[in-house]
């Protein structure tokens, strides 16, 4: 079931025919009281979710929704305006797969909601250990020498990545691709930014996570 919240009743009837035609249950909700309403008695396989809403901001819905245990993992699509890429960065930032900018393709809606979909039925419940690093990906855990280090959404989408492919580089497009989305388009230093952080977060771990200057990124071996 694919939820769509989306004020503009032209906008939203369309959204709703498309998925209906290509085989997704749907239902659209034209704010943010009638989606937690709706909340409260069932959950959708995933949101597309407009961030201008008449009663409250889409990235606030967002932040709330992964911040609550029985919604944290619903996959997210955020819709944003032409031209606001801050709306963009804050969306992925506080935590949705991926984004679609208005006006967009039906058809391209379609397809993103089927390769986000895609990628989260990929997580498992299963442990990534490293060192004295214990990732919990069902729970979205992260400890450091038996202490809890809360990452940011994608700090946490990084390190699974990197502690899935011990040794091998990253470039920062095949990163953006991967964790923000596979055509999000936005300045390196988003991802410089963050692998500053998840380093610090990672204590003496965050050594192993180097630069390979001119290239990207990769997470040695424990024993290198």
Known sequence: ???????????LDIELYTLKSTGFESVGFSNGR?????????????????????????????????????????????????????????SLDSGADDYLVKPFGMME???????????????????????????????????????????????FELLTLFLHNIGTVFSRDSLFRQVWG??????????DVHIRTLRQKLGKYGAKLVTVRNVGYRMEAEDE
């Open 34 to 90: 009638d989606f937690f309403e709706a909340l409260e008695k069932s959950r959708p396989d995933l949101i597309i979710l407009d961030i201008m809403l008449p009663d409250i901001d889409g990235v606030e819905i967002l932040k709330k929704l992964r911040a609550t245990p029985a919604t944290e993992k619903i996959p997210i699509i955020m819709a944003t305006a032409k031209g606001m890429e801050y709306d963009k960065i804050q």
């Open 109 to 155: 809606m379609v397809s993103r909601i089927r390769a986000v979909l895609r990628r989260c039925s990929h997580l498992g419940g299963e442990h990534i250990k490293y060192g004295g690093i214990d990732v919990n990906l069902e729970r979205r855990t992260v400890f450091v020498d038996g202490v809890r280090t809360e990452l940011t959404y994608k700090e």
């Open 1 to 11: 079931m694919i939820w769509c919240v989306e004020d503009d009743k032209g906008i």
């Open 182 to 191: 596979e055509e999000f388009v936005g300045e390196t230093r988003t991802i």
